[in-house]
C-alpha cells in the first residue's frame, strides 16, 4: 500500500477530519433511515458510520498501515453483522457501505474533494435503492442491457485497441477514425432511444423523428410516409416528423465535420447552420399546424432496440469505401472527382458523402473553399433523393410538403454559400 502524505499545517488536519466527519455522517444518516427496528434491525447507523470515518482518518494520520488494519477489524464487524441478520436482510449493501467509511475518512485527509465526492455518490446509490432496482428490473429490457454492454465495450475496450494510424497507401483509412465513428453513431442512437423511452410517442411523431434522424434520416422519411398514406389524419404530423429527422441528419453532418476538420465547419459554419435553420422552421410550422390530439400517435415498443450495430458498421463499411474511391479519383483527375464522388454518394447516404468530403478537406488537391461546395452539394443532392423518396411512399401530399420543406433549406445553404463566394457575406 502506498503510503498517503499527512498534511502539516493544522488547517489541512482540520478540513481532512471535518471531511472525514461530513462523509460518515452522510452514508451513516441514509442508512439510519433504513434500519427496522427490533431484533433484526441494522447493527450500524450514522453514530456508527461517523466514528468509523473518523477513525479512518485518524489511522491515516498516525501510520497508513493502520488504516489497513481498520478497515479489516470493520470487514470482520461486518462479518459478524450479517451473520446476524442475513436470515431477515440477505443483502450485502450495508456490510459494503460498512467497510467502506473506513478507507474514505482516510483518503479525506490526503484529498478531502476526492473523498467527499466519492461519499456523495455513494449516499446517491443507497439512497436510491428503489428507484435503481425498478429500474433494473421493470425498466431496462434485456436487450437494453446487452445495447448498453456492447456500446461500453466498443468504446471502453476496443477503441483502446484499434490501430491509430493509416493502413492503405493514399493515407485515408484510419481504424481508429472509423471505429470512433461507429462508436458514435451508437451512442446517437441510444440517445435518441432513451429519450423516447422517458418521454413517450405521446408527445408526438415530431419528436420520434428528430432522434430516429440520427440513425438514418431516409429511413425515417419512409417509414413517416408509409404512416401517412395509411394514416391521412397524421399526415401534418409525420411532415413535421420528417422535417426534424433532417434536422437531425444536418446536426450529425455539422458533428462529423467538427469532428474530421474543425477547419471546414468554421468556414462552413453559415451555409450548414442557414440550412438547420430552415428545417427547424419547416419542423415547428408543421407541429403549429398538427391536431392537437395525439391519441393516435404510436407508442414506442418496449422491446425495441437502442441502436443496430449492423447499421454502424455498414455505415463505416460504406465510408471506408467513398474514402478510398475519393482518394483514387482525386489522385486520377483531380479535387472536382472527389465533389462528384461525394454527390453521387449522398444520393444513398449523405453522412458517408460528408465523411469522405470532410476527410480530405485541406489536403492537397481539396481546398476548403472546395470542400464547402462540397458540403452544399451534398446536402442538395441528398435533399433531391429524399424528397423523391417522400412522394413514393407518403403520396402527393405528404411529398411535396417534404420535398419543399428539404429544397428551400438545401436552397438557402446555396444562396448563402454563393454570397460568400462573391464576397458579400464572411466566411
Known amino acids: 500500500m502506498v503510503a498517503m502524505p499527512v498534511p502539516d499545517a493544522l488547517p489541512d488536519l482540520a478540513l481532512g477530519f471535518a471531511a472525514a466527519l461530513g462523509i460518515g455522517l452522510l452514508i451513516g444518516v441514509e442508512r439510519e433511515r433504513r434500519k427496522s427496528e427490533g431484533p433484526g434491525r441494522a447493527a450500524a447507523g450514522v453514530r456508527t458510520h461517523a466514528l468509523l470515518s473518523l477513525?479512518?482518518?485518524?489511522?491515516?494520520?498516525?501510520?497508513?498501515?493502520?488504516?489497513?488494519?481498520?478497515?479489516?477489524?470493520?470487514?470482520?464487524?461486518?462479518?459478524?453483522?450479517?451473520?446476524?441478520?442475513?436470515?431477515?436482510?440477505?443483502?450485502?449493501?450495508?456490510?459494503?457501505?460498512?467497510?467502506?467509511?473506513?478507507?474514505?475518512?482516510?483518503?479525506?485527509?490526503?484529498?478531502?474533494?476526492?473523498?467527499?465526492?466519492?461519499?456523495?455518490?455513494?449516499?446517491?446509490?443507497?439512497?436510491?435503492?428503489?428507484?435503481?432496482?425498478?429500474?433494473?428490473?421493470?425498466?431496462?429490457?434485456?436487450?437494453?442491457?446487452?445495447?448498453?454492454?456492447?456500446?461500453?465495450a466498443s468504446a471502453l475496450i476496443v477503441l483502446p485497441?484499434?490501430?491509430?494510424?493509416?493502413?492503405?497507401?493514399?493515407?485515408?483509412?484510419?481504424?481508429?477514425?472509423?471505429?470512433?465513428?461507429?462508436?458514435?453513431?451508437?451512442?446517437?442512437?441510444?440517445?435518441?432511444?432513451?429519450?423516447?423511452?422517458?418521454?413517450?410517442?405521446?408527445?408526438?411523431?415530431?419528436?420520434?423523428?428528430?432522434?430516429?434522424?440520427?440513425?438514418?434520416?431516409?429511413?425515417?422519411?419512409?417509414?413517416?410516409?408509409?404512416?401517412?398514406?395509411?394514416?391521412?389524419?397524421?399526415?401534418?404530423?409525420?411532415?413535421?416528423?420528417?422535417?426534424?429527422?433532417?434536422?437531425?441528419?444536418v446536426v450529425l453532418v455539422i458533428v462529423l465535420t467538427g469532428t474530421l476538420s474543425l477547419a471546414l465547419l468554421r468556414h462552413a459554419a453559415l451555409p450548414l447552420g442557414t440550412a438547420l435553420l430552415v428545417?427547424?422552421?419547416?419542423?415547428?410550422?408543421?407541429?403549429?399546424?398538427?391536431?392537437?390530439?395525439?391519441?393516435g400517435l404510436p407508442r414506442v415498443p418496449q422491446r425495441a432496440r437502442a441502436f443496430r450495430l449492423t447499421h454502424a458498421l455498414l455505415f463505416a463499411t460504406v465510408m471506408a469505401g467513398v474514402l478510398l474511391l475519393s482518394a483514387l479519383l482525386r489522385e486520377w483527375l483531380g479535387a472536382s472527382a472527389v465533389l462528384a464522388t461525394a454527390a453521387v454518394v449522398a444520393l444513398a447516404e449523405s453522412?458517408?458523402?460528408?465523411?469522405?468530403?470532410?476527410?480530405?478537406?485541406?489536403?492537397?488537391?481539396?481546398?476548403?473553399?472546395?470542400?464547402?461546395?462540397?458540403?452544399?452539394?451534398?446536402l442538395a443532392t441528398s435533399a433531391a433523393a429524399k424528397s423523391a423518396l417522400a412522394w413514393v411512399t407518403g403520396g402527393l401530399g405528404y411529398g411535396w410538403r417534404v420535398a419543399a420543406g428539404l429544397c428551400i433549406a438545401a436552397s438557402a445553404a446555396g444562396v448563402v454559400l454563393l454570397l460568400q463566394l462573391w464576397g458579400m457575406l464572411p466566411d
Open 279 to 295: 428545417l427547424v422552421a419547416g419542423g415547428l410550422l408543421g407541429v403549429w399546424h398538427a391536431p392537437r390530439d395525439a391519441s
Open 55 to 152: 477513525s479512518g482518518a485518524v489511522a491515516a494520520a498516525l501510520d497508513p498501515w493502520l488504516v489497513v488494519t481498520a478497515t479489516l477489524i470493520a470487514g470482520w464487524l461486518a462479518h459478524a453483522s450479517y451473520r446476524a441478520t442475513r436470515k431477515v436482510d440477505p443483502g450485502l449493501t450495508s456490510e459494503v457501505a460498512f467497510v467502506l467509511v473506513v478507507p474514505l475518512g482516510a483518503l479525506a485527509l490526503a484529498r478531502p474533494g476526492l473523498a467527499v465526492a466519492i461519499g456523495v455518490v455513494a449516499a446517491a446509490i443507497l439512497a436510491t435503492k428503489g428507484v435503481m432496482h425498478r429500474f433494473s428490473r421493470e425498466v431496462l429490457s434485456q436487450q437494453e442491457l446487452y445495447d448498453a454492454l456492447l456500446l461500453a
Open 351 to 378: 453522412h458517408a458523402a460528408t465523411v469522405s468530403v470532410a476527410r480530405l478537406a485541406g489536403e492537397a488537391g481539396l481546398s476548403l473553399d472546395a470542400a464547402r461546395v462540397g458540403l452544399v452539394l451534398v
Open 161 to 249: 485497441l484499434v490501430p491509430d494510424r493509416a493502413i492503405d497507401p493514399w493515407g485515408v483509412l484510419n481504424p481508429a477514425l472509423l471505429w470512433k465513428l461507429v462508436v458514435l453513431v451508437m451512442a446517437i442512437g441510444a440517445v435518441g432511444h432513451i429519450a423516447l423511452r422517458l418521454v413517450g410517442a405521446r408527445y408526438g411523431l415530431p419528436l420520434a423523428g428528430f432522434f430516429a434522424g440520427f440513425a438514418s434520416s431516409t429511413a425515417a422519411i419512409a417509414g413517416f410516409g408509409v404512416r401517412a398514406r395509411e394514416t391521412p389524419a397524421l399526415r401534418t404530423y409525420a411532415v413535421a416528423a420528417a422535417m426534424f429527422a433532417n434536422v437531425a441528419s
